[in-house]
């Protein structure tokens, strides 16, 4: 398995959980938008990536972003959700704590 094909089914993998949470059918994803419903399922089974235009199109439609889509561990997905809505004093208050927890473990 390639780097590609390991990223492929990561995506595909949120891709179809992100569409079963938000209660839509393929056909629904792909009307929304603008695709045939054979390219979602492709997507949602690995067989090919989305282009970056497409992952934020259906990160929006999801209420997600590209990056949580993206990111390498899942338990990072909720992070990126969390980031992405913080406002910059949420988002420098949670660097804060990351950078505290770090210099108490050195």
Known sequence: MTNQDSIGMR???RLR????????TVREVADRIGLKHSIVVKYE?????????????????????AAALL???????PLFALL?????????????VVRDGFSTKE
Do not use: F, K
Request: glycine share 8%; charged share 20%; proline share 2%.
């Open 11 to 13: 995506v595909g993998v």
């Open 17 to 24: 959980e992100a569409r079963l949470q938000a209660g839509l």
């Open 45 to 65: 089974n690995g067989a090919i990536v989305p282009s970056i235009a497409r992952l934020q199109a259906l990160a929006r439609l999801y209420e997600l972003t």
């Open 71 to 77: 990111a390498e561990h899942d338990e990072a997905v």
């Open 84 to 96: 992405d809505q913080a406002d910059i004093g949420q988002i420098e208050h949670i660097v804060q």
